[in-house]
């Protein structure tokens, strides 16, 4: 097997609530020399993966397991825990429907700003541009400020670009084709899986059980920030399946108590 | 808009092919757009503005006070308000940037200071064109202007390190201490009052001589007056000792940007 692109060990992250930020309250603290009561919530707990090139690696589990804060961690957006081992080599970039675009530009304008971000020079970006309008079918919409846009548009213009992206690493956040309306979610379904997974190294967040089943090579399993499972999909869909199962069996046969 | 379009675009083909020039540019760029985006008159408030506030200034101090104390009032105030102007404008937008730049810090490995890099180099196209509108009026009011003018060069890039670095400096600040906008809200008020741009930086100096090390505006505001009003050398020991101050700041800044700014979403 080849050289793992992102080897995670012992990963930990604490998250500190009441971290109080205001100068009255740093100055108290300073005072008072007492720790204001700290309340750490453990996000994530001795988390161990690897990566490797080529690979499309799903990340599974309920809403709050800690798949968020992994991915913000890979991305060097928050910092992990003193002792986590994080090794990642190549540029990553994180895909999200949610990526910014700023309503008060032109879709030009927004091409071009997430164009560089995304890892284009803009020279390629202007051999690309008539493309990704073409692509997301806005061809008379080119210099109209985005807010004007519809939601479909919207979401149209940022997969477009989003397919051109250039990187080592892609981490999808909930980010798989099948956007806009029946046409266009054919249309994207079909590049997005046929073109741009092919030899790219994924990682690969989504509820999509299915999608899931379909592409990955392996899965990560998260509950509740430890790590459940790392191997064969199958066998890690089906423990996140018990999960659900077990929880739903433990409502069941806790009735509600009776009001007196 | 699509002046400003004509204008700004073709400094993109003068950078080298690189990726993070490029979003630096671009996002100064689109930064700066914004404020004028959907005026009429575009572009033309950039110019408009600072040739109105000087018209003003004319005619309060110079025909209403009629204050005589000091040659071309008008002038003589702008020429250190523009400057100052766009320091206040850079440190008020930098404690807000990490926080309206967010989705950029999520999504994408980059160097975070490029994103104060880009929002100075935007207020200081803002400032391009006071500075054009002050030398037009300048040599409408009948000031010649020397090749003392071009030390203007040295003493922008000297503000803009300035900026940069106290950008930088008060971000970081402002990732452990949300309400530091209060404190350099007062802050603010003290330096323009000490920066002489009132009255004549000389007064603050024959007092108070330990300000020019304090406060770098008075010197800075002082120079720029001497190179565009009074065609003269700006004076050396105050270049210097402004510029070893600009110098400190930014490298303060990017030391004390990376070394505590991890945080910055988190507590966010």
Not at chain 2, 193 to 202: A, K, M, R
Request: hydrophobic share 50%; glycine share 8%.
């Amino acid at each position: 097997m080849s050289e793992p692109v992102i080897k995670v060990e012992n990963l930990n992250k604490t998250f500190f609530a009441n971290q109080s930020s205001s100068i009255r309250n740093t100055l108290l603290r300073g005072m008072v020399k007492k720790n204001v009561s700290k309340k750490q919530i453990l996000a994530l707990e001795n988390i161990n993966f690897e990566v490797h090139k080529g690979e499309f690696f799903g990340i599974i589990g309920r809403n709050g397991s800690g798949k968020s804060t992994l991915l913000n961690i890979l991305m060097g957006s928050i910092r992990a825990d003193k002792g986590s081992q994080i090794i990642s080599s190549g540029k990553m970039i994180r895909l999200a429907l949610g990526m910014g675009f700023d309503p008060n530009l032109s879709a030009r304008d927004n091409i071009y700003i997430n164009g560089s971000i995304l890892g284009l020079t803009f020279k390629e970006i202007g051999f690309l541009f008539d493309e990704i309008i073409d692509f997301a079918e806005l061809n008379d919409f080119v210099d109209v400020a985005v807010k004007n846009f519809s939601s479909g548009m919207m979401s149209k213009l940022k997969f477009s670009i989003a397919i051109h992206a250039k990187a080592d690493i892609f981490l999808m956040d909930e980010f798989f084709g099948g956007v806009g309306d029946v046409s266009f979610k054919k249309k994207s379904t079909e590049v997005f899986q046929n073109t741009f997974l092919d030899g790219r190294t994924i990682l690969h967040v989504n509820h999509n059980l299915k999608l899931i089943e379909q592409h990955c090579t392996r899965v990560l399993v998260l509950d509740k920030g430890k790590q459940l499972f790392c191997g064969d999909v199958m066998d890690g869909i089906e423990l996140y399946k018990n999960l659900y199962a077990k929880d739903v069996s433990k409502k069941l046969s806790k009735p509600a108590q009776p009001t007196k | 808009m699509s002046i400003i379009n004509t204008i700004l675009n073709p400094v993109v083909e003068l950078l080298p092919e690189n990726n993070r020039l490029e979003r630096i540019w671009k996002l100064a760029q689109v930064d700066f757009k914004k404020r004028y985006y959907n005026d009429k008159l575009g572009l033309l408030w950039a110019l408009l503005n600072p040739a109105s506030k000087i018209a003003i200034y004319y005619f309060v101090f110079s025909i209403l006070m009629e204050d005589r104390r000091i040659e071309n009032f008008a002038l003589f105030l702008f020429a250190g308000l523009l400057l100052w102007m766009a320091f206040s404008e850079c440190t008020n937008k930098a404690m807000g940037l990490i926080k309206s730049k967010k989705y950029l810090i999520e999504n994408i490995q980059f160097n975070q200071i490029d994103l104060f890099i880009s929002a100075t180099i935007s207020v200081f196209l803002g400032l391009g064109f006071n500075l054009i509108a002050y030398f037009f009026i300048c040599l409408i009011m009948g000031l010649s202007l020397t090749w003392n003018v071009l030390y203007l060069v040295v003493i922008l890039f000297n503000v803009f390190i300035i900026c940069l670095g106290a950008s930088l400096i008060l971000a970081t600040i402002g990732i452990y201490i949300k309400d530091i906008k209060h404190l350099w809200a007062i802050g603010l008020i003290a330096g323009f009052w000490t920066s002489g741009i009132f009255f004549e930086g000389e007064l603050i100096l024959e007092k108070f001589p330990a300000f020019v090390f304090i406060n770098p505006f008075l010197g800075i505001i002082m120079n720029m007056r001497s190179i565009s009003m009074y065609e003269q050398a700006p004076d050396f020991n105050i270049l210097v000792i402004n510029m070893i101050f600009g110098i400190v700041t930014f490298i303060v800044g990017i030391f004390v940007y990376k070394k505590f700014s991890h945080k910055a979403i988190e507590l966010l």
